[in-house]
């Protein structure tokens, strides 16, 4: 296979990919759309997490809703729970990697509030153990994982929602969560601004 070829495989096997994710995951979209928009327009606010390019998706994230996604609009109540390095190292030294976000969502959740839980294989044990503070605190989950969903699938309540990718290649699972960010955005502005029911 040449360099031609392999690029176009990645191409193919992407759009692939999305296309089985939008059957599986048209549905949880909305709810979690729904559920954050809900939290949002109630005084609430999104947390997000994850660790690695999931990391760097949570601050995505958190930015698209504290600043502007398409439209213009009043900022939202949004944070990424990977961005205060002396929060992380404190929490990763004193106590256990396995503790930075969970100490975070402690101390900043509220009943009310929705916390986005990013994690590629499902079984990211400080993501895990957010999910449980956030259980702890009254927070809802969104749980954005793929591979079958892993611990983390186990773990969600029935108020929670899960946005599992239907793939095992951990690049697939990433593109499709950057499109999945992407809708969570789009629909939370749709609601708030009045465009969709």
């Not at 990977?82 to 929060?87: K, L, N, Q, V, Y």
């Not at 969104?142 to 699938?153: Q, S």
């Not at 899960?162 to 950057?178: D, G, M, N, Y």
């Amino acid at each position: 296979m040449n360099l031609s070829q392999r690029i176009q495989q990645q191409f193919e096997e992407s759009l692939a990919v999305k296309q089985a994710a939008l059957d599986a995951l048209a549905a949880p979209l909305e709810a979690a759309v729904r559920l954050m928009a809900q939290s949002l327009v109630a005084g609430g606010k999104v947390m997000a997490c994850g660790n690695g390019g999931s990391a760097a998706d949570s601050q995505h994230f958190a930015a698209e809703l504290l600043n502007r996604f398409e439209k213009e609009r009043a900022p939202l109540a949004a944070i990424a729970l990977t961005t205060d390095t002396s929060t992380l190292t404190s929490i990763a030294n004193d106590y256990a990697y396995e503790q930075v976000f969970a100490k975070q969502v402690t101390a900043l959740g509220r009943p009310g509030d929705v916390l986005l839980a990013i994690s590629t294989s499902g079984n990211s044990p400080n993501v895990a153990a957010a999910i449980d503070a956030a259980h702890a605190k009254g927070v809802r989950v969104v749980a954005l994982t793929g591979k079958g969903g892993g611990t983390i699938g186990r773990q969600l309540g029935s108020d929670d929602v899960h946005l599992c990718v239907p793939a095992s290649r951990t690049a697939r699972i990433q593109e499709v969560h950057l499109l999945t960010i992407h809708c969570l955005c789009d629909g939370i502005d749709a609601l708030i601004l009045g465009e969709s029911p």
